[in-house]
């Protein structure tokens, strides 16, 4: 478990390469299998190869606690039905475009910097209909940035440290989901939740969903958080991998090529029947 109160977090902390799982990882891996405990930011933790759970409460607010199963399940449910609508690749294409837009007039540029600020406009765009470059959107960032800074701080809740502005960020983001659900619901009003958009996945779970308000406050932010750090990796390590293989760019662009081609069949064959 390390030292008091510091426990393994400096090993833990360790700047590693990105291809890799990390020296701490590895070496814990090989001494006490696939799941172990240490003591990490100052807090008993249980960690795996894939994920890590804590009982600090501003991480996921007591998602590990609760059953993961079950925002799994819903955000199952909600993919299901964005592929159904095709809705998924038409709301990456306008982050994608809104992006470079805001990039207009940029000589340099980090690919890591803007692979996270894509993924969070395509994030806030799936789960809430936020529109990147907005003046709420760009706010909500700054807030969730503020809030990611915090996460692997240690937790001292003192004035001007960063985890007590990251619990700030994190009532304010709480806050701001729970406004869009009210206005959503005072909208509808007496009309039944028929009249509710299902097409993102607040108004999913608002709709479909039997979860109170604060476990659809807690999925949100649990997702809004899971698939932007994923995803902003991803896409910053293929921007920095494929640089270097331009076999494997044209093989991209073959296939890209090849997906347009046949939406475009599909689109001309829908055309002809009707």
């Not at 090993?11 to 890799?20: E, F, R, V, W």
Request: proline share 3%; hydrophobic share 35%; charged share 30%.
């Amino acid at each position: 478990m390390g030292w008091p109160f510091i426990g393994e977090t400096i090993g833990y902390l360790k700047p590693y390469s990105a291809t890799t799982i990390g020296e701490f990882m590895e070496q814990h891996i090989a001494r006490y299998g696939k799941i172990y405990k240490s003591h990490l930011f100052g807090e008993p933790t249980i960690l795996s190869e894939e994920y890590r759970w804590d009982s600090r409460e501003m991480v996921y607010a007591g998602f590990g606690r609760r059953h993961a199963q079950r925002h799994e399940d819903h955000l199952s449910q909600l993919l299901e039905q964005c592929q159904a609508q095709d809705s998924s690749l038409a709301g990456g294409r306008e982050a994608d475009l809104a992006s470079l837009e805001l990039l207009e007039g940029e000589l340099y540029l980090c690919a890591q910097d803007e692979a996270k600020k894509f993924t969070f406009n395509l994030m806030a765009r799936h789960i809430m209909s936020l529109d990147p470059g907005k003046p709420e959107t760009e706010q909500l960032k700054k807030e969730y940035i503020t809030f990611m800074k915090g996460v692997v701080s240690p937790p001292l809740n003192l004035p001007g440290t960063a985890y007590r502005r990251a619990l700030k960020s994190r009532s304010t983001i709480l806050k701001f989901i729970e406004r869009k659900m009210d206005d959503r619901i005072r909208k509808v009003g007496d009309q039944g939740s028929e009249k509710l958009e299902d097409d993102d996945l607040l108004g999913w779970a608002l709709k479909h969903s039997n979860l109170s308000k604060e476990q659809i406050l807690d999925l949100v932010l649990s997702l809004l958080f899971a698939g932007h750090e994923t995803s902003s990796v991803s896409i910053a390590l293929a921007i920095y991998f494929l640089q270097g293989c331009p076999t494997a760019v044209h093989q991209l662009q073959e296939e890209h090529v090849e997906i347009a081609r046949a939406k475009k069949e599909i689109r001309r064959e829908r055309i002809e029947l009707g």
